[in-house]
């Protein structure tokens, strides 16, 4: 197990380099330098202080010599600093984490929450009433744009209701008001976009649930157990369900880039201060160092928690313990 | 000289009477708040440093400059109590203001006008203003109240130039300007204080109780951050926001609720810039002045305005707007006249020989590509109507729109274009050097359609050297009528600004610098305030 | 009971699929004004006789508009799975055929890709390229191919080692011939279900690029920029951002069901 999960862990070193060469590849061959934003066409700004600035950026260093020199910095887990406002990377991003952390795993929780008692009882009567009607709704939350169903969220119950707010972390009092008030005013403010994100999550997990569920039941000791005269709930959830997880451990690892792209636009659209909209901006502002830390840092999570379900999934079934792979 | 300070003191003397006048009037309590959307969040609140209008937006209220332009666009003194200009135009010399002070409760001292100085030379420091500092000779601080600069050569464009924010010594003496923790928490001597930052979410600032006018009576100013246009008009629409800058129609159409005209106030004033198709010089059809001109006189100026901007706008007839002194007040913008563009077309020798529609000359059809950049709704509109209308006179025109960045480098600044769509937005100083200028056409300058007339070089060079207005007047009226005779630009139109404001806001009015420039004498009734106080 | 149940989902998604390509081909003929005619005395119209769904800023026909995009962002959305499959199968046989080695090195090329937030990607290749509609079904297609990449290896792994593959290897096929005549048509099936799900996977996609304003350019109409043109408007003219939604949300449901029904038919 040891040496199997060293050799997995040294296979991840080849990808993460690829990564950072094709990110620094990416950020190099577009077009437009980390300067352009404060200096493109402003005519206050001369071609010789464009140049001093690229000078002093390092940007006048052949390609090699600056991928080399990020390398050697991320080595040390140094980030560099941001091109737009001179800020350590480092910061940035530890500033921006906590809030979609916070959104993405309240998202994932209600998903759990919801989609596998859906899938569940959906599993026990295949194409019954309760199956069909889930099955619509939650392949409309997968199908629809999501930063339309956004704005449909903003405009029935944030502009036409007024139950919640626009968008935004915080009411403008926020800073005023008692601990308890605060927790409420940014849970009141994160209705809309948990919520969302929640029901566009919903199809892939419930519709794991329901075909893992639906497989398991067929198994032999469910019909034990329900030989043994167990209560429904009991089987469903107790012997039917442990097993029928598995392999939804799997998909999590994997969602982790997918929550990168839905991020950008739910925080764009809810004004939310987010890894997604400083990713965005720094694309757009080609900041190369903020881009190349978080695909970096992002592609790693991906990887490790690749890895993890892996292990997990080798540790629960023995069968595909050895010689995967 | 002795005339010449006189004058300058009775401007700085009017400039402060108007506001004071106004605010008797009408009994301003201090208190509320005012909430501002932003597209973007600032980067560096530091004057020297900030580039994106985020940033501007915020120094401008934490920072001052030693002058100022007032509404009516003239320049007074701000930290400036008075200033004079040595006959030969080498020698400025500024009086500061009694008793101004820092945030921190620091007198502001001529030194600190020496060390901004220093810092704006600074080679290591990432300021891109550094080139109006070029002729600077020598700073010098004669005393903690006078301010001699010296310079090389005389440049009228100076005086605007120290219009650049005052950075305090005592606190950034020691710091690498480029990554101070300062950048983030900045102490200034402006209106309105610093209080907090929330990175992408809102900036705060605080009335400052100390400040050298009077104490603003708007207590907070929130700079809220709201990247999606179309969430930022709904914040408008339930009242979160109370000030915002509106599209042309969002200000013709949408605004027009029960609501909004209710609980808010529309502004609209010309902004200081203008969108213009440029022309590739070099490219032997536009090197044609009599195509140039016939373009200019087929482009129905009038009816992209209609079209695009909702009438929200002035037509163009050269690179100054009208209110601006620079203007020559005889040009005005063509009228419309195909008949006349045909003619001169023919007389440079493309007429339709072939009977397709398409004029050409040698064979060759006239057909050229007009690029634009990408994510310009109004630009990408007027391309249309330029092109229908030039379609009209028999040219044929392809658009192509690109991303920003790689229409900047890879056809602004190659030269690989044939005409172009832009606009220049300017400072309020009629200086063209940079966009005419003969020698202003290396990759990465401004010159980029490659316009080059001896006349008008002269002109722009001594332009700089003067400081007479007279004098200036004369020679950049003359500059507008060779612009407008050779058109290396069809000057299109100059939009109008259009904020929108919570109608709760009082002594508030559009002057042609904008509705801010008196942001602290704008209050609130007290039964119509909405936000509480908040102790600082 | 629910077999019949399953076909009845995926057939209405069929028929849906079929409708909207008999509205993409006919567009010329279905739609009742020119999409492209700006007409500015008659912006945002709420929809009446005239204008079914109303009209959108520059006063163009939003259902014309709609039809037209209708053939857009199918076109981007077979175009875009087409170019994934291509790629998918080719790497996903040729790492499953050959093994060893390259299906290593293969493979690690499909995690790096996997590991990347396709949006940098997206966001990146076309900030190069310029956002003209076949830079973007290229761009989609090559960051979507991986799935169908790790199917078809996985497929043919396992067919390698059947009887009927065997007999054939020690009957002398080439090995062309066994990739194409044995191996590969045993393993459509899975890649059609996911080529399914894929071309509403696309469309979306496409919609999320335009509203970040780097999908296909206006003026010409797809769903995406429809929808994005349309928000601006959102406050007054609601039409406008529900309409185009709404196709989106039909067309992209009528092939996840037909996927799902394609893979339960295969079972």
């Keep these: 197990m040891t040496a199997y999960l060293l050799r997995r862990l040294l296979g991840l070193i080849p990808v993460l380099l690829g990564i950072t060469l094709i990110s620094f590849g990416v950020m190099k061959l577009a077009p437009g330098e980390p300067t352009d934003a404060s200096l493109q066409f402003n005519p206050k700004a001369s071609l010789e202080a464009r140049e001093r600035m690229e000078r002093l950026l390092g940007l006048d260093q052949p390609l090699h010599r600056q991928y080399l020199r990020w390398l050697g910095r991320v080595a040390r887990l140094d980030f560099d600093r941001s091109f737009r406002d001179g800020r350590l990377v480092t910061d940035q991003v530890l500033e921006r984490l906590p809030v979609t952390v916070t959104i993405n795993l309240a998202a994932l929780l209600l998903v759990f929450g919801i989609a596998v008692p859906l899938g569940v009882f959906a599993a026990v009567r295949p194409g019954g009433v309760f199956d069909r009607l889930t099955t619509v709704l939650v392949f409309i939350g997968y199908s629809a744009p999501g930063f339309w169903l956004a704005l449909l969220a903003i405009a029935s119950f944030g502009v036409t209701l007024r139950w919640f707010p626009v968008s935004g972390l915080h009411a403008i009092d926020h800073e005023a008001l008692g601990l308890l008030r605060r927790g409420l005013d940014t849970a009141w403010h994160l209705v809309l976009p948990v919520g969302v994100m929640t029901f566009v999550g919903l199809a892939g997990l419930s519709r794991y649930a329901r075909s893992g569920m639906i497989e398991v039941l067929r198994q032999d000791y469910i019909r034990?157990?329900?030989?043994?005269?167990?209560?429904?709930?009991?089987?469903?959830?107790?012997?039917?369900?442990?097993?029928?997880?598995?392999?939804?451990?799997t998909i999590l690892g994997l969602a982790l880039p997918d929550l990168i792209a839905g991020s950008v636009v739910m925080e764009t659209i809810f004004s939310i201060p987010g890894m997604g909209r400083l990713f965005y901006d720094a694309v757009m502002a080609r900041d190369q160092n903020v881009v190349m830390a978080l695909v970096t840092v992002g592609a790693l999570l991906t990887l490790l928690g690749n890895l993890l379900a892996d292990l997990a999934y080798a540790y629960a079934d023995p069968r595909i313990r050895v010689g995967r792979r | 000289m002795r005339r010449r300070f006189v004058r300058y003191a009775a401007a700085l003397?009017?400039?402060?009477?108007?506001?004071?006048?106004?605010?008797?009037?009408?009994?301003?309590?201090?208190?509320?708040?005012?909430?501002?959307?932003?597209?973007?969040?600032?980067?560096?609140?530091?004057?020297?440093?900030?580039?994106?209008?985020?940033?501007?937006?915020?120094?401008?209220?934490?920072?001052?400059?030693?002058?100022?332009?007032?509404?009516?666009?003239?320049?007074?003194?701000?930290?400036?109590?008075?200033?004079?200009?040595?006959?030969?135009?080498?020698?400025?010399?500024?009086?500061?203001?009694?008793?101004?002070?820092?945030?921190?409760?620091?007198?502001?001292?001529?030194?600190?006008?020496?060390?901004?100085?220093?810092?704006?030379?600074?080679?290591?420091?990432?300021?891109?203003?550094?080139?109006?500092?070029?002729?600077?000779?020598?700073?010098?601080?004669?005393?903690?109240?006078?301010?001699?600069?010296?310079?090389?050569?005389?440049?009228?464009?100076?005086?605007?130039?120290?219009?650049?924010?005052?950075?305090?010594?005592?606190?950034?003496?020691?710091?690498?300007?480029?990554?101070?923790?300062?950048?983030?928490?900045?102490?200034?001597?402006?209106?309105?204080?610093?209080?907090?930052?929330?990175?992408?979410?809102?900036?705060?600032?605080?009335?400052?109780?100390?400040?050298?006018?009077?104490?603003?009576?708007?207590?907070?100013?929130?700079?809220?951050?709201?990247?999606?246009?179309?969430?930022?008009?709904?914040?408008?629409?339930?009242?979160?926001?109370?000030?915002?800058?509106?599209?042309?129609?969002?200000?013709?159409?949408?605004?027009?609720?029960?609501?909004i005209r209710r609980a808010y106030r529309k502004f609209r004033y010309p902004s200081f810039g203008f969108t213009y198709v440029g022309y590739n010089l070099q490219d032997a059809r536009f090197?044609?002045?009599?195509?140039?001109?016939?373009?200019?006189?087929?482009?129905?100026?009038?009816?992209?305005?209609?079209?695009?901007?909702?009438?929200?706008?002035?037509?163009?007839?050269?690179?100054?707007?009208?209110?601006?002194?620079?203007?020559?007040?005889?040009?005005?913008?063509?009228?419309?006249?195909?008949?006349?563009?045909?003619?001169?077309?023919?007389?440079?020798?493309?007429?339709?020989?072939?009977?397709?529609?398409?004029?050409?000359?040698?064979?060759?059809?006239?057909?050229?590509?007009?690029?634009?950049?990408?994510?310009?709704?109004?630009?990408?509109?007027?391309?249309?109507?330029?092109q229908q209308q030039l379609r009209a006179l028999g040219v044929d025109v392809k658009i192509r729109i690109i991303e920003w960045s790689s229409f900047v480098h890879e056809f602004i600044d190659k030269r690989r274009f044939e005409a172009v769509l832009l606009g220049w937005s300017l400072s309020r100083d009629p200086d063209l050097y940079d966009l005419f200028h003969s020698s202003k056409t290396r990759e990465g300058e401004y010159n980029f359609v490659g316009y080059a007339n001896p006349e008008v070089d002269r002109l722009l060079e001594r332009g700089r050297r003067v400081f007479e207005q007279e004098e200036r007047q004369r020679i950049y009226r003359e500059v507008h009528r060779h612009l407008a005779e050779d058109q290396p630009y069809t000057f299109l139109?100059?939009?109008?600004?259009?904020?929108?404001?919570?109608?709760?806001?009082?002594?508030?009015?559009?002057?042609?610098?904008?509705?801010?420039?008196?942001?602290?004498?704008?209050?609130?009734?007290?039964?119509?305030?909405?936000?509480?106080?908040?102790?600082? | 009971m629910a077999a019949v149940f399953r076909n009845r989902l995926a057939a209405t998604g069929a028929a849906v699929l079929l409708v909207l390509a008999v509205v993409a081909v006919c567009a010329p003929w279905l739609a009742p004004y020119d999409p492209l005619a700006v007409n500015l005395p008659d912006a945002l119209l709420p929809p009446s006789p005239a204008h079914w769904l109303g009209t959108d800023p520059l006063g163009r026909d939003v259902l014309s508009r709609l039809i037209w995009g209708t053939r857009i962002s199918l076109l981007i959305g077979f175009i875009a799975v087409g170019v994934a499959v291509v790629v998918g199968t080719a790497v996903g046989l040729l790492a499953g055929y050959a093994g060893g080695r390259l299906d290593a090195a293969l493979m690690r090329l499909v995690d790096t890709m996997l590991a990347f937030p396709s949006i940098f990607l997206l966001l990146a290749v076309i900030a190069i390229l310029e956002p003209n509609i076949y830079n973007i079904m290229a761009v989609i297609g090559l960051t979507s191919w991986m799935?169908?990449?790790?199917?078809?290896?996985?497929?043919?792994?396992?067919?390698?080692?059947?009887?009927?593959?065997?007999?054939?290897?020690?009957?002398?096929?080439?090995?062309?011939?066994?990739?194409?005549?044995?191996?590969?048509?045993?393993?459509?099936?899975?890649?059609?279900?996911?080529?399914?799900?894929?071309?509403?996977?696309?469309?979306?996609?496409?919609?999320?690029?335009?509203?970040?304003?780097?999908?296909?350019?206006?003026?010409?109409?797809?769903?995406?920029?429809?929808?994005?043109?349309?928000?601006?408007?959102?406050g007054i003219a609601w039409w406008l951002t529900l309409t185009p939604g709404l196709c989106i949300l039909v067309t992209v449901l009528a092939f996840n069901l037909l996927g799902e029904g394609i893979r339960d038919g295969l079972k």
């Design chain 2, 493 to 536: 139109f100059v939009p109008d600004a259009l904020p929108i404001l919570h109608a709760r806001f009082r002594n508030v009015a559009a002057t042609p610098i904008g509705i801010a420039y008196n942001l602290i004498d704008w209050h609130v009734p007290p039964e119509e305030q909405r936000y509480r106080r908040m102790s600082p």
């Design chain 2, 287 to 386: 090197a044609d002045r009599r195509v140039r001109q016939a373009f200019n006189l087929a482009i129905d100026k009038p009816a992209l305005i209609d079209g695009v901007l909702f009438g929200l706008g002035t037509a163009a007839s050269g690179p100054y707007p009208q209110e601006s002194w620079a203007s020559d007040p005889s040009i005005r913008p063509s009228a419309p006249d195909r008949e006349a563009a045909r003619a001169l077309l023919a007389e440079a020798g493309w007429t339709d020989h072939d009977g397709d529609g398409v004029l050409d000359r040698d064979g060759r059809p006239f057909q050229f590509t007009l690029i634009t950049n990408q994510g310009n709704e109004v630009r990408r509109q007027v391309a249309e109507l330029v």
């Design chain 1, 224 to 249: 034990t157990a329900r030989a043994k005269g167990l209560s429904e709930r009991r089987i469903l959830f107790h012997h039917g369900l442990r097993n029928a997880l598995l392999p939804i451990i």
């Design chain 2, 13 to 259: 003397v009017a400039g402060l009477a108007a506001p004071a006048l106004l605010a008797a009037q009408s009994q301003p309590v201090s208190g509320d708040a005012l909430v501002v959307s932003s597209i973007g969040d600032a980067s560096r609140l530091l004057p020297l440093l900030a580039t994106d209008s985020a940033s501007g937006d915020i120094v401008g209220l934490l920072f001052n400059g030693l002058l100022k332009y007032n509404e009516r666009l003239e320049i007074v003194g701000d930290l400036a109590e008075s200033w004079t200009v040595s006959p030969d135009g080498l020698t400025i010399t500024f009086v500061l203001r009694p008793n101004i002070r820092w945030h921190d409760g620091a007198p502001v001292t001529a030194e600190d006008v020496r060390f901004t100085y220093e810092k704006l030379i600074d080679p290591s420091v990432l300021t891109p203003y550094s080139s109006s500092y070029q002729l600077v000779e020598s700073v010098e601080a004669l005393d903690p109240r006078t301010v001699r600069v010296r310079y090389r050569e005389p440049f009228a464009p100076a005086l605007e130039s120290w219009m650049m924010g005052i950075i305090p010594k005592h606190l950034l003496e020691r710091e690498d300007l480029n990554t101070t923790p300062f950048l983030r928490r900045p102490v200034g001597m402006g209106p309105y204080r610093f209080r907090r930052w929330n990175t992408g979410e809102l900036i705060e600032l605080a009335a400052n109780p100390d400040y050298f006018e009077h104490r603003p009576y708007i207590d907070r100013y929130l700079y809220r951050i709201i990247p999606d246009q179309a969430t930022s008009f709904l914040e408008l629409l339930t009242g979160q926001v109370d000030l915002a800058g509106l599209t042309p129609l969002q200000y013709r159409r949408q605004t027009d609720t029960p609501y």
């Design chain 3, 147 to 234: 799935g169908v990449a790790r199917l078809v290896r996985a497929e043919i792994l396992s067919l390698k080692e059947r009887d009927f593959v065997l007999a054939a290897r020690a009957l002398g096929a080439s090995p062309v011939r066994l990739m194409t005549r044995h191996l590969l048509p045993n393993a459509i099936g899975p890649v059609l279900v996911a080529a399914t799900l894929g071309v509403g996977g696309a469309i979306l996609t496409e919609s999320v690029l335009s509203y970040l304003g780097l999908g296909v350019q206006p003026p010409t109409p797809s769903w995406g920029n429809i929808l994005n043109e349309g928000r601006v408007a959102l």
